[in-house]
C-alpha cells in the first residue's frame, strides 16, 4: 500500500469508529462495538451488519488484520488487529480532521465578529 493514503479519505464515522477501537489492542466483533460506544460516550453505536461490512472492507484494503492461530492470544474468537497501515490512515484522517476543526473554529470567530 502506497504511503500516501489521501485517496481514502475522508472515512466514513463508522469506518473511523472500528480503527479508532483497535487502536489499544486485537478486539472481536462485541469489543469493537462496546469500545466504539466507550469512545463515544454512548453517542455512536455500530451494529453487527455495520460493523462486519467495515471489518471485510478494512481487511480487503489491508489496513486490518484478522489474528490467525499462529499470533491470536484467544484462538477460539475471531480476533482483529489493526496494522501500520490502518494506523497510517487513522493518523492522516486524524490530521485531516484537525484541520476541518481549525478551520471551523476560525470561521465561527469571524462569525461572532460579525454579530457583536
Do not use: F, W
Not at 63 to 75: G, H, I, M, S
Request: with cysteine; charged share 25%; proline share 5%.
Amino acid at each position: 500500500m502506497p504511503d500516501n493514503y489521501e485517496h481514502l479519505l475522508p472515512l466514513s464515522p463508522a469506518t473511523l469508529h472500528v480503527l479508532l477501537a483497535l487502536t489499544r489492542e486485537d478486539l472481536h466483533g462485541y469489543g469493537i462495538m462496546l469500545e466504539v460506544i466507550r469512545q463515544s460516550a454512548g453517542g455512536y453505536k455500530m451494529g453487527p451488519g455495520t460493523l462486519y461490512d467495515n471489518l471485510k472492507k478494512l481487511m480487503k484494503l489491508g489496513l486490518v488484520d484478522e489474528c490467525t492461530e499462529d499470533n491470536c492470544p484467544a484462538p477460539a474468537r475471531r480476533l482483529y488487529h489493526l496494522n501500520e497501515a490502518g494506523r497510517a490512515v487513522l493518523a492522516a484522517e486524524t490530521e485531516r480532521l484537525t484541520e476541518v476543526l481549525r478551520e471551523a473554529r476560525r470561521c465561527l470567530r469571524l462569525s461572532e465578529g460579525r454579530q457583536g
